[in-house]
């Protein structure tokens, strides 16, 4: 996908698969889903912490 690196958006995407995956009754795809929904969790973590570690090393070197 496009956005394959953004966190959001497989959350987003995991999300939909998951719940297509219950209301179709196909396990296959509701698995799909949870993994790339908690995948998406772990990236948008991943890319908080580095934005934090950025402010935190901006901050010590005086960039605003």
Same mark, same amino acid.
């Given at each position: 996908a496009l956005m394959s690196d953004n966190g959001t958006f497989d959350r987003i995407a995991g999300k939909a698969k998951e719940t297509a995956g219950k209301v179709t009754g196909n396990k296959?795809?509701?698995?799909?889903?949870? #993994?790339?929904? $908690? *995948?998406?969790?772990? &990236? *948008?973590? @991943? *890319?908080? @912490? &580095?934005? $934090?570690? &950025?402010? $935190?090393?901006?901050? #010590?070197k005086g960039d605003k």
């Amino acid at each position: 996908a496009l956005m394959s690196d953004n966190g959001t958006f497989d959350r987003i995407a995991g999300k939909a698969k998951e719940t297509a995956g219950k209301v179709t009754g196909n396990k296959e795809t509701e698995t799909e889903g949870k #993994l790339q929904h $908690a *995948e998406g969790k772990v &990236k *948008e973590v @991943a *890319e908080d @912490a &580095k934005d $934090a570690i &950025k402010g $935190a090393v901006n901050r #010590l070197k005086g960039d605003k």
